[in-house]
């Protein structure tokens, strides 16, 4: 798989290798995460949410990493296919705040 | 259950012209958020509803207005076009109740505009 400690706005990798999209928030004060697919002409789609409680969550193929030590977010995608090929957005929350907050986003796509 | 209906998807208006883009949330959501996404600036907070409140709006200038409806429908507003308000505007909902520590959206497929 490809892992890389700092953000990247593209991401290459063959289908079925993992990958891993990294992601760094800005507010100390955020409690809540969430990772988000778009593909082109849609909208964002939820993926997997974590709570600053847990440094870890795992779905269907997919686990977020939350270290707030150094305010850090990972997603990671096992067996990547072909339809994961999308822009993907992590967003922060802080209490009481009443919106996200989008980090800039990472275009992956899978090689045949 | 449904998703998240915004209408128009596409939009081609005028500079100087205004714009009322609708906003139909998740059956139960009561949340209501709109952002703005562009290649340049990425996706950006416009405001946020809740009950017919707004209780969050971000760093736009007053041209950019919306509101909520008592089924919690919303319509966002852009008067007096101009060629940089050109975006893909994007409705969210979340159930979030009011305050609590997970505010989770989910977003409709957008709405196009191109201001020319």
């Known amino acids: 798989g490809e892992s890389v400690g700092l953000h990247l706005p593209t991401l290459s990798v063959q289908e079925g290798d993992n990958s891993i999209i990294n992601c760094a928030y800005s507010n100390s004060a955020s409690d809540y995460f969430i990772w988000y697919k778009q593909e082109s002409g849609k909208g964002p789609q939820f993926i997997i949410d974590?709570?600053?409680?847990?440094d870890k969550r795992q779905g269907q193929r997919v686990t977020v990493l939350l270290n707030k030590t150094v305010k850090h977010l990972s997603l990671q995608i096992a067996a990547t296919q072909p339809g994961d090929s999308a822009v993907y957005f992590c967003?922060?929350?802080?209490?009481?705040?009443?919106?996200?907050?989008f980090g800039a986003g990472t275009t992956v796509t899978v090689r045949a | 259950k449904a998703g998240v209906t915004q209408t128009p998807r596409y939009l081609i208006k005028t500079r100087g012209q205004q714009v009322t883009l609708s906003c139909s949330p998740i059956?139960?959501?009561?949340?209501v958020s709109w952002y703005q996404q562009t290649p340049g600036q990425g996706l950006q907070f416009l405001f946020e509803?809740?009950?017919?409140?707004?209780?969050n709006k971000g760093n736009f200038p007053g041209r950019f207005s919306g509101r909520q409806f008592s089924n919690s429908r919303s319509e966002m507003n852009v008067s007096t076009l101009e060629l940089g308000d050109s975006a893909l505007y994007l409705c969210a909902s979340s159930p979030a109740p009011g305050l609590k520590s997970s505010y989770e959206q989910y977003f409709g497929p957008g709405t196009r505009l191109t201001v020319t």
């Open positions: 967003a922060e929350n802080r209490p009481n705040d009443y919106k996200l907050s």
């Open positions: 509803y809740f009950s017919e409140t707004q209780r």
């Open positions: 974590i709570r600053s409680n847990m």
């Open positions: 059956s139960g959501h009561r949340s």
